[in-house]
């Protein structure tokens, strides 16, 4: 399961995890988290954790964004892939972007440290997709 947010409505929806979104990137520690995130077991018990907590994400992904754009008229970023790390109490651990833009590096940073509900096990790795603002008019 993905999270898809879309920061100009400042809504998250879950979705499936398309095959493309767990492909390398070509940068080094994304792609070390991407493969973990691949052999992690899709248990019942991820799948419901993954789902109770997109409320969570999404505020959390909020913040994180908030605090790294001024967001105006017409807001602009491509869209990015973000793994994070979880520890067993639930606090991030790591968080990488498939690209090393200063936005990425900025939400990276910003992300470590954030607190999630505990998961069902340790490491657990989430996909968060941040998607593009969608275009007004």
């Not at 690209?99 to 509900?117: F, I, S």
């Amino acid at each position: 399961m993905t999270l898809v947010v879309s920061i100009g409505l400042l809504t998250a929806i879950p979705g499936e995890t398309k095959k493309s979104d767990l492909a390398p990137s070509g940068r080094a520690e994304f792609d070390a988290l991407i493969t973990r995130l691949g052999h992690q077991t899709a248990t019942r018990e991820s799948q419901a954790y993954l789902k109770a907590t997109v409320a969570e994400t999404q505020k959390n992904l909020m913040q994180t964004v908030l605090g790294c754009v001024t967001l105006s008229a017409n807001p602009s970023w491509p869209r990015t892939r973000f793994v994070l790390q979880l520890d067993a109490t639930g606090a991030v651990k790591a968080a990488r972007a498939e690209t090393d833009t200063t936005l990425a590096v900025c939400l990276e940073k910003r992300w470590v440290g954030m607190r999630y509900k505990e998961p069902p096990f340790a490491p657990f790795y989430r996909l968060v997709i941040l998607e593009p603002p969608a275009r007004k008019g």
